[in-house]
Each structure stands twice: as C-alpha cells, then as structure tokens.
C-alpha cells in the first residue's frame, strides 16, 4: 500500500532517536541559560527563584523585551500575588531566624551561668 512503511520498526527506531537528539538540546540550552543565571556572585539563589527568572527570560524572548512589555490587570494580578508569597517567605525566615537566635543567647546564658557556678563551686571547694 502506499503511505505504508516497507521496515515500520527501524521506522519507529529512528523516529525515537530523533526525538531524542531534540530533547538534548533543549537540556543544553536550559543548562546554558543556568550557567547565565547562576554566577559566582549568586551561587545561593534558592531554586523558585532560579525558576522565577527562567520564566521570566523565555516570557520576555517570547513576547519582546522589557521596555515594550504591555501589562494588562491579569499580569498585575500574578505580580501581587508573587510578591505577597515573597513577602510570606521572607517573615517565615525572619522568624525563624530570630528564634535561632533567641535559643542560641538562651544557651550562651545557661553556658555562663554553667561555668560561674563551677568557679564558685570551686572557690568554695578551697575554703573547706
């Protein structure tokens, strides 16, 4: 029949490596674009971040650039949105930062109360 393929598994086979080869390509591009993105200098970017600015690049080639960049009220709803989780994050980090910090001046305080104690244990122990 016409249309039908005379060896349809090395069809198949060759259809697959294809697709193969095109996936690689993408990963290639998407590590290149990393390497831009992760510098020495921002080597601790957390990965919603790096992701947050992946999407942000591939939106602005898709759509033209920053300054020609129309933002309708769809676009400035997610942008709210974005920023309220950041500004949540950034809380959530505060506090626990501060009750890391609250616990670690906790154990410096029993730690000097620890060893005031032993010295006057101690001076105690000589006048016995």
Same mark, same amino acid.
């Given at each position: 029949?016409?249309?039908? =393929?005379?060896?349809? @598994?090395?069809?198949? @086979? ?12 993408? @990963?290639? #591009?998407?590590? =290149? *674009? %990393? ?9 601790? %970017?957390?990965?919603? !971040? ?7 690049? =591939?939106?602005? *080639? ?19 949105? =974005? ?5 949540? #994050? ?14 670690? #001046? %906790? *154990?410096?305080? @029993?730690?000097?109360?620890? !060893? *005031?104690?032993?010295? %006057? ?6 006048? !016995?």
């Amino acid at each position: 029949d016409i249309g039908d =393929s005379k060896y349809p @598994v090395i069809e198949k @086979v060759v259809k697959f490596a294809l697709s193969i080869a095109e996936a690689n390509a993408s @990963v290639e #591009r998407l590590f =290149s *674009q %990393l390497f831009h993105i992760i510098t020495k200098d921002r080597n601790k %970017l957390e990965t919603h !971040t790096v992701k947050g600015l992946l999407i942000t690049k =591939s939106y602005l *080639q898709a759509n033209g650039t920053c300054t020609n960049l129309k933002i309708d009220e769809t676009m400035m709803y997610h942008i709210k949105a =974005s920023h309220s989780k950041y500004c949540e #994050r950034n809380l959530e980090r505060k506090d626990y930062r501060r009750e890391d910090s609250l616990e670690k #001046r %906790l *154990q410096e305080e @029993v730690n000097k109360e620890y !060893t *005031q104690n032993k010295k %006057l244990k101690s001076i105690e122990d000589k006048q !016995t």
